[in-house]
Nanobody, 119 residues
């Protein structure tokens, strides 16, 4: 199995920046795509950004131009650089890793890190 631990969340003023990290351990050789999701109270969980093992990225329209997803495969670490934060970005941010085994994918989730943005 794979274990994921997020870090870097906190309180920041609107317009500020924050950098989230996700450290993966365990059977990390199976990991292909990784992604960040977020969920705010009263809202559905939404995809923020994803990145393939080769480095191809995709971001939600709401964060394009402000957030950057990256990964360091040698360190088994996923990052999310968040700039120009808005109150609407406040949420619990989750790291997810997709593993391929026997021709099928299995997903692993972290427990989340809280991001609070003041107005």
């Amino acid at each position: 199995q794979v274990q994921l631990v997020e870090s870097g969340g906190g309180l920041v003023q609107a317009g500020g920046s924050l950098r989230l990290s996700c450290s993966a351990s365990g059977n990390t050789d199976c990991i292909s795509t990784m992604a960040w999701y977020r969920q705010a109270p009263g809202k559905e969980r939404e995809l923020v950004a994803g990145i393939t093992e080769g480095g191809t990225t995709n971001n939600a329209d709401s964060v394009k131009g402000r957030f950057t997803i990256s990964r360091d495969n040698a360190k088994n670490t996923l990052y999310l650089q968040m700039n120009s934060l808005k109150p609407g970005d406040a949420a619990v941010y989750y790291c997810i890793a997709f593993c391929v085994s026997w021709g099928a994918s299995r997903d692993y989730w972290g427990t989340g890190t809280l991001v609070t943005v003041s107005s």
